[in-house]
């Protein structure tokens, strides 16, 4: 049986939750491998709209058993409180599993974040200012806090301490803040001890078991393929690697038991934060897309930069992930268009370019070549099969297939569970 990845293939906020949800009933595990709650999925069950940040979204599929990978930084106050919340909407979190060998986003990780960002200025990332990034730094650095690290107290108070002697200088001299006490920060990272103890465990056992059991697992990325801090467009990126190769070193699973790379697309192009966009729109195409889209941030609330869809972008993503499939999400906010406009390559200093620029400096100047394609005005959110659609619709999705370089499998044509057309299994 088949071990996926399905990750998103621009700049997040694509809809893998959606595609998560739609296989979880059909796998067994559904891994989160990197990032924390700095993504958010919103899943529609029925007439219920879920918004997760650092569950998998595999945890609303009864039948399979959602797991937090080594690779992801774990806020435990987010946990908890992610996991009550599903509690409380009569969802059982029981089987969830989690990493002894995650890291902790610690309360001074997350004090180091906000700040930094305000005192970069105009030069600001655009982060979430969650403390993924310096939890991640500190995990690089080795003074990082794992999971583990809360069932011995003596360990934890020593790295906390450890942690503490630079960032304290760092906070009192120069963002002249005052010093975090060490002793209030172990006190409330063993307060959470008990509470998740009965998710712990060694996950990267267990999933490669499952594998050679001939289970079905599905490994799910948060962000997004532009976003990943080797690929995605540096420094504008996440702190960690949102692309296929991070399912592997996230979760403790060797690249030769992976089947499937599954990039997820929206039929037009977003991101939230700074950093260039070269599709990116400033006028009422803009905006009409944000509202019909819903565009707005499940984790960060803000509006999302709305553009028109970027093939170079997608060849990027087949190329550097190796994707077999992708999945096609909100081809219905298209409606009404005439003409639909679709970035096929860059103009950047007078050249012609179509795979996307290794120089930051040439992404930052690039500017959008578009060929224009006939709009549809007919209602898809019914379509049940891929004939059902419009032909200037299939003519669309045809297109962007060829562009993107990889068969398009799965297509989105509402927000609902089963508003999407299924062309290829990709479990088969």
């Not at 919340?85 to 906000?114: C, F, M, Q």
């Not at 006028?283 to 819903?294: M, P, Y």
């Amino acid at each position: 049986m088949p071990a996926l990845v399905l990750l998103g293939a621009q700049w997040g906020d694509e809809g893998k939750g959606k595609a998560t949800d739609l296989l979880g009933g059909s796998v067994d595990y559904v891994v989160r491998y990197q990032g924390g709650n700095n993504a958010g999925h919103t899943v529609v069950v029925g007439d219920q709209k879920y918004a997760l940040h650092l569950l998998p979204s595999g945890i609303l599929s009864p039948e399979c058993t959602p797991v937090i990978g080594n690779g992801v930084v774990v806020d435990p106050a987010v946990l908890l409180s992610e996991l009550s919340g599903l509690n409380e909407r009569g969802v059982d979190t029981s089987k969830l599993l989690l990493s002894g060998n995650a890291h902790l986003i610690t309360p001074y990780n997350i004090t180091v974040d906000k700040v930094t960002e305000r005192f970069l200025g105009k030069r600001k990332i655009g982060t979430t200012g969650r403390g993924i990034g310096p939890t991640y730094a500190d995990k690089i650095n080795r003074v990082g806090i794992r999971v583990q690290d809360l069932y011995d107290e003596s360990i934890l108070i020593q790295k906390v301490e450890a942690a503490l002697e630079v960032k304290n200088q760092l906070l009192t001299k120069l963002y002249n803040r005052r010093a975090i006490e060490a002793d209030q920060v172990v006190e409330e990272l063993l307060g959470y001890a008990d509470k998740i103890k009965g998710y712990v465990v060694d996950t990267t056992l267990i999933l490669n078991k499952a594998l050679d059991d001939d289970k079905v697992v599905l490994f799910e990325g948060g962000q997004g393929t532009l976003l990943d801090i080797d690929h995605g467009t540096y420094p504008f990126v996440t702190s960690s690697n949102p692309t296929a190769g991070g399912a592997c070193t996230g979760a403790g699973v060797g690249p030769t038991k992976i089947n499937r790379v599954i990039g997820i697309l929206k039929a037009y192009t977003t991101r939230v934060g700074a950093g260039p966009f070269p599709t990116e729109l400033f006028d009422e195409d803009g905006e009409a897309l944000r509202r019909i889209g819903g565009e707005r941030g499940v984790t960060t609330g803000r509006d999302r930069r709305c553009g028109w869809f970027d093939a170079v972008i997608a060849r990027y993503a087949t190329r550097v992930n190796g994707l077999t499939d992708f999945f096609l999400t909100k081809l219905d906010v298209l409606t009404g268009w005439e003409q639909i406009p679709v970035c096929v390559a860059y103009e950047i200093d007078g050249k012609r370019v179509e795979e996307l620029p290794y120089s930051q400096t040439d992404f930052h100047h690039a500017k959008p070549v578009y060929e224009m394609l006939p709009g549809w005005s007919e209602d898809i959110t019914k379509a049940k099969s891929f004939s059902d659609l419009p032909k200037n619709a299939q003519a669309y999705v045809k297109a962007l297939e060829e562009m993107s370089g990889a068969p398009i499998s799965a297509i989105g044509v509402g927000p609902g569970r089963d508003e999407t057309i299924e062309i290829n299994s990709f479990l088969s």
